[in-house]
């Protein structure tokens, strides 16, 4: 079975500085996608990248940016010129890309970032 | 708007009641999904579906039941057999392509006294 972990339980930075989430993730399988969402105090669950296995180049959304590695089995996420509104759980999460229809995801068991202004 | 609702916010029950969490979609997905989150953990699956009539357990079944009669309804129920169940409740849906993502609802809060 597939397991994610995320080792920092808490990460704080400055506003406007850059920030880097460790995800660390365990499979046989060479095909799956791995995605960061974002849970605010609201609990809404956002959906913040996503990144395919078979893709080498690393995913990029605006100030979202990932580092896959993937012998390393490794996908970290870096926010650049933090904001306060990024403040929230971070959570890293797996999905096989062996099957279409329903799609397990699993997660990690999420960082806290805290942005300090 | 298109989106996933979930209702109610909160919930409240004594221990040893059933109780239904409802989770609705308007964007025509097929597999819909329901998670459980506790302190300081990810979510866990409970149960999927991917398709009118037809639902799987996931990795934290016990306690729990589900039904899929309409594409748009994916309502979990709370039974007593579960022993601890208050814990935040998250419904998510995909289209189900290969290169789908999930979205999620807004989550329900039950809290069993």
């Known amino acids: 079975a597939q397991t994610v972990t995320q080792s920092q339980p808490e990460m704080s930075v400055q506003e406007a500085e850059t920030v880097t989430l460790s995800c660390t993730y365990d499979t046989s399988e060479s095909d799956y996608y791995l995605f960061w969402y974002k849970q605010p105090p609201s609990r809404q669950m956002i959906l913040v990248i996503r990144q395919e296995a078979y893709k080498q180049q690393n995913a990029t959304e605006n100030r979202f940016s990932v580092n896959f590695q993937k012998a390393a089995k490794s996908f970290s996420l870096k926010i650049s010129d933090s904001q306060l509104g990024d403040a929230a759980m971070y959570f890293c999460?797996?999905?096989?890309?062996?099957?279409?229809?329903?799609?397990?995801?699993?997660f990690g068991q999420g960082t806290r970032l805290t942005i300090n202004p | 708007d298109g989106g996933i609702t979930q209702s109610p916010k909160y919930l409240f029950r004594k221990e040893g009641q059933n109780v239904t969490l409802s989770c609705e979609q308007n964007l025509n997905h097929d597999a819909m999904y329901w998670y459980r989150q506790d302190p300081g953990q990810g979510l866990r699956l409970i149960y999927y579906s991917q398709i009118v009539n037809d639902f799987q357990k996931g990795d934290i079944a016990e306690g729990y039941s589900v039904s899929r009669e309409k594409k748009e309804s994916f309502p979990l129920t709370v039974t007593s057999a579960q022993k601890n169940p208050t814990a935040f409740y998250l419904c998510a849906s995909n289209s189900g392509g290969l290169t789908d993502t999930q979205y999620f609802g807004p989550g329900t809060r039950l809290t069993v006294l």
């Open positions: 999460a797996y999905r096989s890309a062996t099957f279409q229809g329903a799609q397990k995801l699993v």
